[in-house]
């Protein structure tokens, strides 16, 4: 069944501390974005990417980096987690679509929870 | 500035009760609109998709309309149910970039009693 998974679903973890949030779909699309949501706030976005080796920066200031090395996955990593990070991520992946021509529908993940003592 | 609104902030109903969500935004060139649902703890689903010239669409017990000379946009539920507890955004798409933007509003958490 295609679908966008995450994991973990929940990280509690100390400062200071390296961690990556993994972010898999099955779905081919080749966009995939990363968001930052706080309880009743919006989401923002940290990360994009437009297919393999392709990696931006979305509006929101993030100290986190991604990667795309396969279409199916794009990871976050933060090299040193600190109780600003904590926050609610999202994962989500669209298809290519026509450029210029407004976005496809996004899929999203579960979300991970990520709280930082 | 690009900006999408949301009202009210919550809303408590009875189960079987009707309810509306309104959403006004400030986005453009304006490609489309969307309203997700958001579980708690899961992430948004896609409810309903409006473009300019789409003025009303359904599915199922949700009904989004959308005017897009004024901007606004509402969401109404009918006959509501325990499951019908969740956050629900509306998303507006610009048609002005190749990543086609999305502007996300803060949501109207709905709660629904038995």
């Known amino acids: 069944e295609a679908d966008i998974y995450q994991t973990p679903r929940y990280l509690v973890i100390g400062t200071g501390k390296k961690i990556t949030l993994e972010c898999s779909q099955t779905?081919?699309?080749?966009?995939m974005y990363w968001y930052q949501q706080d309880p009743g706030m919006e989401l923002h976005l940290i990360h994009y990417?437009?297919?393999?080796?392709?990696?931006e920066k979305g509006d929101l200031s993030s100290e986190s980096t991604v990667s795309r090395i396969r279409t199916e996955h794009f990871p976050l990593t933060l090299e040193s987690a600190r109780p600003s990070h904590t926050s609610q991520y999202l994962c989500a992946s669209s298809d290519q679509g026509a450029p210029g021509q407004g976005s496809d529908e996004q899929f999203f993940g579960p979300g991970t929870r990520l709280t930082v003592l | 500035k690009n900006q999408v609104e949301q009202s009210p902030q919550s809303l408590i109903i009875l189960e079987g009760k009707n309810c509306t969500l309104q959403c006004n935004y400030t986005v453009s060139p304006f490609s489309n609109l969307r309203w997700y649902k958001q579980d708690t703890g899961r992430g948004p689903v896609s409810l309903t998709i409006m473009t300019f010239s789409e003025n009303t669409k359904s599915n199922g017990r949700y009904t989004a309309t959308l005017d897009a000379d004024t901007k606004q946009s509402s969401l109404h539920i009918t006959a509501s149910q325990l499951s019908d507890s969740a956050s629900y955004i509306c998303v507006v798409s610009d048609r002005g970039s190749t990543l086609g933007r999305l502007y996300f509003g803060r949501g109207t958490q709905l709660t629904v009693w038995p």
């Open positions: 779905m081919g699309h080749d966009k």
């Open positions: 990417s437009y297919g393999v080796n392709s990696t």
